[in-house]
Nanobody, 118 residues
Framework: QVQLVESGGGSVQPGGSLILSCTASKVNNFPMYNLGWYRRFPGKQRELVADITPRGITDYAVPVKGRFTISRDNDNNTIYLQMSDLMPDDTAIYYC???????????WGQGTQVTVSS
């Protein structure tokens, strides 16, 4: 069973930056996974923030375009989300996901809280 562990969440002032990391363990063929970051606002469904394909093609939700950058390190089985110019509306629990393009099984991290407040 693939395990994903996020880190890097916390509290930051508006305009600040954070980098989230998510490392996968017990995983084979990590380069063959679609990887993504999602977030969930209180009382809302989880929504896509950004994703990256095995070939490195990225896609971003409109609210974060130009401010967030997703990347992957296949050598270390890690996904990153660089977040800059953070706004209070970015406050949410952030989850990483990994979907195998071989088996189409999807895995989730436990989530990490990001709070943007002055």
């Amino acid at each position: 069973q693939v395990q994903l562990v996020e880190s890097g969440g916390g509290s930051v002032q508006p305009g600040g930056s954070l980098i989230l990391s998510c490392t996968a363990s017990k995983v084979n063929n990590f380069p063959m996974y679609n990887l993504g970051w999602y977030r969930r606002f209180p009382g809302k469904q989880r929504e896509l923030v950004a994703d990256i394909t095995p070939r490195g093609i990225t896609d971003y939700a409109v609210p974060v375009k130009g401010r967030f950058t997703i990347s992957r390190d296949n050598d270390n089985n890690t996904i990153y989300l660089q977040m800059s110019d953070l706004m209070p509306d970015d406050t949410a629990i952030y989850y990483c996901s990994a979907e195998s393009t071989l088996t189409w099984r999807n895995y989730w991290g436990q989530g990490t809280q990001v709070t943007v407040s002055s």
